[in-house]
């Protein structure tokens, strides 16, 4: 890649990709209507994003690890963000996933679209099963921003040099420490803080407000 001149940090469920892995996971416990209603209330910051995280898992207890497969053949890519990345990446702005979601989707989602920076949730697994449980460092509203600017400093660049999207209200803090935020698709409790908006699912429509891009 050439010289570095930016970063650009996305969120994963919701603006990524359509979905939202959590409620995928739902639909096969049998419980994606209770998980989906405390999804939105999360998304909308009507709820602490660690405790109905917790909560959301707890019902997943008893699925086996594979349903990981099945659920990362479901989801689907917003439209036009493949071309983004790339077209970023080629202007020498790496592209960091810093999600809400889980380590094994997120992972594989940033493999096949060329990623090296991502940071998602562990689920804890015992004998091929979830356990309902998380394991290490919650990727909390909080830790989304610190993920940014430890990136950031990895790359030695000035804030004004980083781009972070996002649709959610854990979202809201990673968009106000980037030198520009922009509200993707987003909930009404971000679009009320970040001024910059884009509300059609396009990436394409994302670029001409990144100013560093050549």
């Known amino acids: 890649m050439s010289q570095v001149k930016g970063l650009c940090v996305m969120d994963v469920d919701g603006t990524l990709i359509l979905e939202e892995v959590i409620d995928l996971l ?4 049998g419980c994606e209507e209770e998980i989906s209603q ?5 998304m909308r910051g009507e709820l602490d994003f660690e405790s109905s995280l917790r909560k959301r ?9 594979s349903v990981f497969d099945k659920v990362f053949n479901s989801i689907h890519l917003t439209p036009n963000v493949q ?7 080629k202007n020498g702005i790496p592209v960091g996933l810093v999600s809400g979601g889980f380590t094994p989707i997120v992972a594989r989602l940033a493999k096949s679209l060329g990623i090296a920076y991502f940071s998602a949730n562990q689920l804890e697994d015992k004998d091929g099963h979830l356990t309902g449980k998380l394991i290490g460092q919650i990727i909390s509203p909080q830790v989304k921003e610190e993920t940014l600017e430890q990136w950031r400093e990895e790359l030695k660049l000035s804030k004004d040099r980083t781009v972070a ?3 959610g209200a854990n979202d809201l803090l990673m968009l106000k420490s980037a030198g520009l935020g922009i509200a993707f698709c987003a909930k009404e409790v971000l679009k009320k ?22």
């Open 38 to 42: 405390i999804t939105s209330r999360a």
């Open 193 to 214: 803080e970040i001024p910059n908006h884009v509300d059609k699912r396009d990436f394409l429509e994302v670029l001409p407000l990144i100013d560093f891009l050549e």
């Open 165 to 167: 999207i996002g649709d």
């Open 83 to 89: 071309e983004f990345i790339s077209i970023l990446q």
């Open 26 to 29: 739902g639909r096969e416990a």
């Open 57 to 65: 898992v707890s019902f997943l207890e008893g699925l086996p690890i």
